[in-house]
């Protein structure tokens, strides 16, 4: 398996992405809603990777990605979002956000990295992490 950075060559504004969050966190059920899985997930994933087991992580990953896909669509832009959802789709890979930073990387998680190259030629993959 391989962890690596997908790159959408399309730099994208924290600034927006934060706004969007904080304006959604004022609702109490999307609130909750984060609370009751993005946290589970996230402690899940870090539990699962710390302790090289990879099924656990490659759970959480997608449970991760699906999330963000539905909740989080003003994060994940237009272009990349059907990449998202064919990952989801296939189990070929997983992608998610995580701090745009004015670039415009999205991280993946794939068991099979030569595979994920092929289905993503769109887009350079960074390879960050063998496991």
Request: proline share 5%; charged share 20%.
């Amino acid at each position: 398996g391989a962890l690596f950075l997908l790159d959408s060559k399309q730099p994208r504004q924290t600034g927006p992405l934060v706004n969007f969050f904080v304006t959604q966190s004022k609702n109490k059920d999307f609130l909750a809603l984060c609370q009751r899985e993005i946290i589970p997930y996230t402690n899940a994933c870090i539990q699962a990777f710390l302790q090289k087991d990879m099924t656990t992580l490659h759970q959480n990953i997608r449970l991760l990605s699906a999330f963000q896909v539905q909740y989080f669509k003003p994060m994940v832009p237009d272009f990349i979002q059907p990449y998202f959802k064919k990952g989801l789709e296939t189990d070929a890979y997983t992608l998610k956000i995580f701090g745009a930073g004015g670039g415009g990387f999205f991280l993946g998680f794939t068991q099979d990295f030569k595979a994920t190259q092929l289905l993503l030629k769109d887009f350079p993959l960074h390879l960050l992490y063998r496991f």
